[in-house]
């Protein structure tokens, strides 16, 4: 019987690799007048996408 090399348990796979999170805006990034897609509001809209990207891809690689 030929032993599991623990590396290839954990190995990513290159064909779905996981969601990247995205980048928070830096403070400088946002003006300060109350835009109504402010960087911060599409800051968290991605950041929700990848949340559930992430749990999508969590549950193909337990």
């Known amino acids: 019987m030929n032993p599991v090399d ?3 348990l954990s190995a990513p796979d ?4 996981p969601p990247v999170r995205p ?10 007048e109350g835009c109504v897609r402010c960087v911060y509001d599409v800051y ?5 996408r990848y949340e559930a990207a ?6 193909r690689h337990p």
């Open 6 to 8: 623990p590396a290839a």
């Open 14 to 17: 290159p064909d779905d690799p």
């Open 23 to 32: 980048t928070e805006p830096d403070a400088a990034d946002c003006c300060g």
């Open 44 to 48: 968290e809209e991605a950041l929700e």
């Open 54 to 59: 992430l749990a999508a891809w969590r549950a």
